[in-house]
């Protein structure tokens, strides 16, 4: 069974600049979930795909935006980035129906 | 922001020792997850809860859904050095949004 994959692993940008962050979900999850990891914090819930459709979002900006495609792998786009965008940006997968989610490593974003 | 309130924010204990960490909240959750993190790594699922007053174990870990619901615990027996990280609760209210503790960072004298 392939766990949650996420790419880049770092990724370094300047304001303003745009970013698109990968995530390819574990094997059989057809839900993925995206998290902003500030240092010293918990995950922020970001937005959730399912079935390729924007299912819940969190306090973020419209600028937070996201696609899910139809092997359930997903990408975070990030518009006009700042400079407290830097963080882990983490995906996590769930079974439709289950509320246990099981994380990627991440992605460390710096926003210089 | 955070609406979960982990403690102690750290803890410094000696190899072999029992670990008890817990989170409260001020209202209600259905469902309670427990997550270690290791720098550098994603959040990795040890327990999840689903019913009020539920007791669960993962090996050397224990878990409990508080019976108001506001609440949950977590306790490690007999600590050994990899138990170091950090441990996050995470709590769901009704669909989708996981909500994080700030987390109880782990250091382990061996």
């Known amino acids: 069974e392939t766990g949650v994959t996420q790419s880049p692993t770092h990724l370094i940008k300047t304001r303003g600049q745009q970013v698109t962050l990968r995530c390819s979900s574990q094997s059989g999850h057809n839900t993925v979930s995206w998290y902003q990891q500030a240092l010293g914090q918990g995950p922020q819930f970001i937005f959730q795909?399912?079935?390729?459709?924007?299912?819940g979002r969190g306090n973020f900006p419209p600028r937070f935006s996201g696609l899910q495609f139809p092997n359930y792998s997903s990408e975070l786009n990030v518009n006009a980035l700042e400079l407290d965008d830097s963080a882990l940006y983490l995906c996590?997968?769930?079974?439709?129906?289950?509320?246990?989610?099981?994380f990627g490593p991440g992605t460390r974003l710096t926003v210089t | 922001g955070q609406q979960l309130n982990q403690s102690p924010q750290s803890m410094f204990i000696q190899e072999g020792e029992d670990v008890s960490m817990n989170c409260t909240s001020s209202?209600?959750?259905?469902?309670w997850l427990w997550y270690k993190q290791d720098p550098g790594e994603g959040p990795v699922l040890l327990i999840a809860?689903?019913?009020?007053?539920e007791l669960t174990s993962n090996g050397r870990l224990t878990a409990q859904f508080g019976i108001t619901r506001k609440d949950s615990f977590l306790n490690i027996s007999a600590s050994i050095p990899s138990d170091v990280g950090i441990y996050f609760c995470?709590?769901?209210?009704?669909?989708?949004?996981?909500?994080f503790g700030a987390g109880t960072i782990l250091r382990v004298k061996s």
């Open positions: 996590a997968s769930s079974l439709d129906g289950s509320y246990e989610q099981y």
């Open positions: 795909y399912y079935r390729e459709e924007e299912n």
């Open positions: 209202s209600i959750f259905n469902t």
């Open positions: 809860l689903y019913k009020a007053g």
């Open positions: 995470a709590g769901l209210k009704y669909g989708n949004k996981l909500v």
